[in-house]
T-cell receptor, first 112, second 110 residues
Framework: KAGVTQTPRYLIKTRGQQVTLSCSPI?????VSWYQQTPGQGLQFLFE???????NKGNFPGRFSGRQFSNSRSEMNVSTLELGDSALYLC???????????FGPGTRLTVT | ELKVEQNPLFLSMQEGKNYTIYCNYS?????LYWYRQDPGKSLESLFV?????AVKQEGRLMASLDTKARLSTLHITAAVHDLSATYFC??????????FGTGTRLKVLA
């Protein structure tokens, strides 16, 4: 069974631009979560989706948004990028109700 | 709000030695997970602990959960260099999100 995939793997953007990251969960998994990892703040929860519904959102500004499609694939969008948005963005999926999460390889975003 | 604390943050140990990483959390939860992360890589699931008293072992690592004390431990037996990585605990908040600990960066010296 294929694991969680994330695209792109690396991204360099300029301040003020926007970016969209994509995550394809393990087949059959319906819950997708997103996390931001930085050296200073560690792993922080962004949001969780289940069957196209956002069930929880972390303490991030409204510039961070996401969605989930009917095939469980998920995207997150960050608008008006700031230098502090540089991070590793990790996506995780689980087959139901936030049980064991399996993480994708991450997208490394660098904002210059 | 649920808070998760890990200690130590950094751990440098000699090969062959034993040590324990601690994960304390602030509110009730009976689901806790341990992950390993190698530099520049994603998180690899190590253990899933789903009830009070749960104990899991894999190779030189053993994890346990005491929900009454709100404490989980990750014990390393006879450390080897390949165990060098950062270890995270994560607690299920019960509201569709995990809260991660700060991580413990382990370096095993030959």
């Amino acid at each position: 069974k294929a694991g969680v995939t994330q695209t792109p793997r690396y991204l360099i953007k300029t301040r003020g631009q926007q970016v969209t990251l994509s995550c394809s969960p393990i087949s059959g998994h319906r819950s997708v979560s997103w996390y931001q990892q930085t050296p200073g703040q560690g792993l922080q929860f962004l949001f969780e989706y289940f069957s196209e519904t956002q069930r929880n959102k972390g303490n991030f500004p409204g510039r961070f948004s996401g969605r989930q499609f009917s095939n469980s694939r998920s995207e997150m969008n960050v608008s008006t990028l700031e230098l502090g948005d540089s991070a590793l963005y990790l996506c995780a999926s689980s087959w139901r109700e936030m049980r064991e999460q399996y993480f994708g390889p991450g997208t490394r975003l660098t904002v210059t | 709000e649920l808070k998760v604390e890990q200690n130590p943050l950094f751990l440098s140990m000699q090969e062959g030695k034993n040590y324990t990483i601690y994960c304390n959390y602030s509110t009730t939860s009976d689901r806790l997970y341990w992950y390993r992360q190698d530099p520049g890589k994603s998180l690899e699931s190590l253990f899933v602990l789903l009830s009070n008293g749960a104990v899991k072992q894999e190779g030189r690592l053993m994890a346990s959960l005491d929900t009454k004390a709100r404490l989980s431990t990750l014990h390393i037996t006879a450390a080897v260099h390949d165990l060098s990585a950062t270890y995270f605990c994560a607690v299920d908040s019960g509201t569709y999100k995990y809260i991660f600990g700060t991580g413990t960066r382990l370096k095993v010296l030959a």
